[in-house]
């Protein structure tokens, strides 16, 4: 157990339509990062959350975004769903070198 | 732009055997993760080395790391069927925020 929860834990939506993934961090970590992993690849960075402020962004479009809460918890926000969106979307809490990921939501667009 | 490449991407392994999976990327970085991922499951962290030279070992792992040659190693003792699992390197792009990027992993089968 890492002590960061996010949901839900599956989820399946259409193309075209928006989502929500929610983050639940660390106690203390006020740091939070969101990954996408597609089915047999490693997790790609889409961006980080520092004290409620976006703190990097890898390569992905504008309809990935996020929010984080006064008590560091987290969300990922993706509009307009592609076919090629469907992955494992981990978050991952932090407070120094470590980083501890939650169990992942897996998103399947159809 | 930040490469993490590791080798070899499938390591199929008797029990009892020694092998080393090899992650070297390509701008400088003094933070190397290594995390385990079972099938639908998320990451487990197994290690953290943070400078030049640093080695950690837990059971039958053993990481190091070197910054001058953008190497790490994991290294595998006696291997046993629970090792069974995909293995994944990660070096922080920010040096001190987390920012990670993954090389692609290694699937590792161990047969009894």
């Known amino acids: 157990e890492t002590g960061v929860t996010q949901s839900p834990t599956h989820l399946i939506k259409t193309r075209g339509q928006q989502v929500t993934l929610r983050c639940s961090s660390q106690s203390g970590h006020n740091t939070v990062s969101w990954y996408q992993q597609a089915l047999g690849q490693g997790p790609q960075f889409i961006f980080q959350?520092?004290?409620?402020?976006?703190?990097g962004r890898g390569n992905f479009p504008p309809r990935f975004s996020g929010l984080q809460f006064p008590n560091y918890s987290s969300e990922l926000n993706v509009n307009a769903l592609e076919l090629d969106d469907s992955a494992l979307y981990l978050c991952?809490?932090?407070?120094?070198?470590?980083?501890?990921f939650g169990q992942g939501t897996r998103l399947t667009v159809v | 732009e930040l490469k993490v490449e590791q080798n070899p991407l499938f390591l199929s392994m008797q029990e009892g055997k020694n092998y080393t999976i090899y992650c070297n990327y390509s701008t400088t970085s003094d933070r190397l993760y290594w995390y385990r991922q079972d099938p639908g499951k998320s990451l487990e962290s197994l290690f953290v080395?943070?400078?030049?030279?640093a080695v950690k070992q837990e059971g039958r792992l053993m990481a190091s790391l070197d910054t001058k040659a953008r190497l790490s190693t994991l290294h595998i003792t006696a291997a046993v069927h629970d090792l069974s699992a995909t293995y994944f390197c990660a070096v922080d792009m920010s040096g001190y925020g987390n920012k990670l990027v993954f090389g692609a992993g290694t699937i590792l089968r161990v047969k009894s």
């Open positions: 959350y520092y004290r409620e402020e976006e703190n």
């Open positions: 080395l943070l400078s030049n030279g």
């Open positions: 991952a809490s932090s407070l120094g070198p470590w980083a501890f």
